[in-house]
């Protein structure tokens, strides 16, 4: 893949000047450009990667709807009462003062190939030369029968954080003594996979000290779960009868809620719920649908450099892409992240290109001081991500072991966290 | 793996006769040489009949023991991380200990430049193993009776690695450890001279050190990629 700079320099001044009046078209001064939609673990990295790295060459703009942004990984720690909400909320204030990134804060609405061009719900076209999605989930129509998005405030997702982790606490917290919290939960492949798990273990921490006769039923479509052996030995540690896990052996596949009754049909059984958390199939986030590169739900890329399969301008990262085999979690996204970022610079200047490495660990806490974690390393072949090497916590380790893998993911997270925002 | 030699070191012991006859398989080394070498260690360790604990903890059943376990003793974090991540005191580890102190336990508050000859350390844990519990068991129950080390090779130590290489693979380290050189809950790895730096990964590589993430993360790098790693982490702004 080689690049033409004159040329696209030529096509990117005449787009800017199409394009007069939209304030957020940065005059790039002949510099190649690369905007960046969504500023998770996939986004901000690689914008933060491009810019550190570039000194300066690349324009990037980092196009993101929020001004907070709350990561979902930690987000149950939340829930459990383990972690203030403010915590895990994030501005993008260092990106555009020490590394001179454009963060606009809107959402992109369309994306033009041919003419290399983002549409901002606020009509300002940007154009660019490498595009980067990383615009994480959104959910399948229908995937839960009764569940749509105007359900979201009867029965929150929460698989979002934000505003819907702050509705699923406090639907929590107003439980009646001894009422019922019904998880659905959702079909592979999903946003973190341990993370509904890790999510009931953390419910399960906070109503066994305010609602201790509370009980916990999971509808789940699958039969087995991330790290299934760690978080059941858990759950009956810390939260002995509380917790029914009913999986598609027993009929957890076959699920239909009622938000307006507050009751979720568990093949045929029909249960009333005080909190019901849908966590619905997921999707690829809508623009990578809109871009056209999605070959059913997920956006299909290369390992050796996160390049969509259906354009090579185009980089898909994180949740929203279809690599191989690394889960999608926000580890994998900033790996992700890193191995674009080095490929993007490497095609728009002179950077050194070496070869694709990714790694990926979720730590998930099971209660106080109780923390689990399973990793791996992968490599890039030509059909996909392929994983090399992996570990898992044992059931039965001690308490100290545990206690040290969750200090472990306290210091993971601070680091991730500086490794997105700077 | 160009740069690797890998050297098989079976220890011999000087007095090697009287400890074969008595653990049975095959000797540590020389008590008697042992005991003479244990003078550098005394000012800080005791072992044998009421010993206790000094600037470090008393050595007696030190083998097979879990690190950071004797009571009363106050360990510094980086043992007590270490015994976390399930750090056991057999011949290996206790070897490796000696060697150089702070390539096994970042953060040891040991500071003891180390035994480089094979052979005096090899002394020196056969006469502390006569303190410990059972000692003619010891070998047996890890299989250690012989060390079998795999030493880094001058090449290898004198690798010059190069630290932009090294700042692309350092992506991977900085999701967990902070670039600030910051360490709540995971150590840092800033500024470490770069030899202590590739000392530390090879032990993980070699499975030597216990952390499984650090074993699988150091399992896939080269010669050259540790070197360029320790090159770049060694002057990180």
């Not at chain 1, 999608?328 to 002179?350: E, H, P, Y």
């Amino acid at each position: 893949m080689t690049l033409d700079r004159r040329s696209f320099i030529g096509k990117g001044a005449a787009i800017a000047a199409a394009s007069l009046g939209a304030p957020m078209v940065m005059a790039a001064g002949g510099k190649p450009r690369v905007v960046i939609v969504g500023g998770g673990a996939g986004g901000a990295t690689a914008a933060r990667y491009i810019a550190k790295g570039s000194k300066g060459e690349i324009d990037v703009t980092l196009v993101e709807p929020t001004r907070k942004y709350y990561t979902c990984f930690f987000s149950n720690l939340y829930l459990g009462g383990f972690r203030e909400l403010s915590s895990i909320g994030h501005t993008y204030g260092k990106l555009a003062a020490d590394y001179g990134i454009n963060v606009v804060h809107d959402w992109a609405v369309g994306i033009d190939r041919d003419a290399k061009t983002v549409t901002l719900a606020g009509g300002d076209v940007l154009p660019y030369d490498r595009l980067v999605l990383s615009p994480g989930i959104d959910f399948v129509d229908g995937a839960v029968p009764g569940w749509d998005i105007s359900a979201q405030n009867a029965m929150p997702h929460a698989y979002k954080a934000g505003s819907q982790s702050e509705l699923l606490k406090a639907q929590i917290n107003a439980m009646p003594q001894g009422g019922t919290y019904v998880m659905v939960a959702p079909p592979n492949p999903f946003r973190c996979p341990p993370g509904p798990y890790e999510r009931v273990s953390m419910v399960a921490h906070a109503l066994k000290a305010s609602n201790p006769t509370a009980k916990i039923i999971i509808a789940d479509p699958k039969p087995k779960f991330s790290k299934m052996a760690l978080f059941q030995e858990g759950w009956g540690n810390h939260y002995d009868g509380m917790i029914d896990w009913i999986g598609q052996d027993f009929g957890g596949d076959n699920v239909k809620v009622d938000p307006g009754a507050m009751t979720v049909d568990i093949d045929g059984e029909v249960v009333k719920a005080d909190v019901c958390n849908v966590i619905p199939a997921m999707k690829a986030g809508r623009i990578c649908e809109l871009a056209g590169v999605n070959d059913g739900n997920w956006a299909p890329v290369s390992g050796h450099t996160m390049q969509s399969r259906i354009d090579e301008n185009i980089y898909v990262l994180g949740d929203a892409c279809s690599q191989g085999d690394m889960p999608k979690s926000g580890f994998s996204a900033n790996s992700q992240a890193k191995v674009a970022a080095m490929a993007i610079r490497g095609a728009l200047t002179d950077s050194k290109v070496f070869p694709a490495k990714f790694s990926n660990t979720c730590w998930s806490l099971l209660g106080t001081d109780d923390g689990v974690k399973v990793g791996a390393t992968y490599q890039a072949t030509d059909e996909k991500i392929a994983k090399v090497d992996g570990f898992i916590s044992k059931t039965g380790e001690g308490g100290d072991l545990r206690k040290a893998t969750y200090e472990e993911s306290i210091g993971w997270y601070a680091g991730i966290i500086s490794d997105m925002f700077g | 793996m160009r740069w690797l030699i890998g050297v098989i070191v079976a220890l011999n012991a000087f007095g090697g006769a009287a400890v074969r006859a008595e653990s049975g398989v095959g000797a540590i080394g020389d008590t008697k040489r042992g005991a003479s070498i244990f003078r550098k260690c005394k000012g800080c360790h005791q072992v044998g009949q009421g010993a206790k604990n000094r600037v470090g903890p008393h050595l007696n059943g030190i083998f097979g023991r879990k690190a950071a376990a004797v009571d009363g003793f106050f360990y510094s974090k980086g043992i007590r991380r270490a015994a976390s991540d399930g750090l056991v005191w057999d011949l290996e580890r206790l070897d490796a200990y000696l060697e150089n102190p702070k390539a096994l336990v970042s953060g040891t508050r040991m500071s003891f430049p180390g035994l480089k000859d094979a052979h005096d350390r090899a002394d020196v844990l056969a006469y502390l193993r006569r303190f410990s519990d059972k000692p003619s068991d010891i070998p047996e129950a890890a299989p250690t009776a012989r060390l079998q080390e795999v030493e880094l090779s001058p090449e290898t130590l004198a690798l010059v690695g190069d630290p932009e290489y090294g700042e692309y693979l350092s992506a991977e380290c900085t999701t967990c450890h902070q670039r600030d050189g910051s360490d709540e809950g995971i150590p840092s790895i800033t500024h470490w001279p770069a030899g202590d730096f590739v000392v530390a990964m090879h032990a993980y590589k070699r499975k030597i050190r216990p952390h499984p993430v650090m074993q699988m993360m150091a399992g896939r790098l080269d010669d050259e990629e540790i070197a360029a790693l320790a090159a770049y982490f060694e002057n990180v702004e």
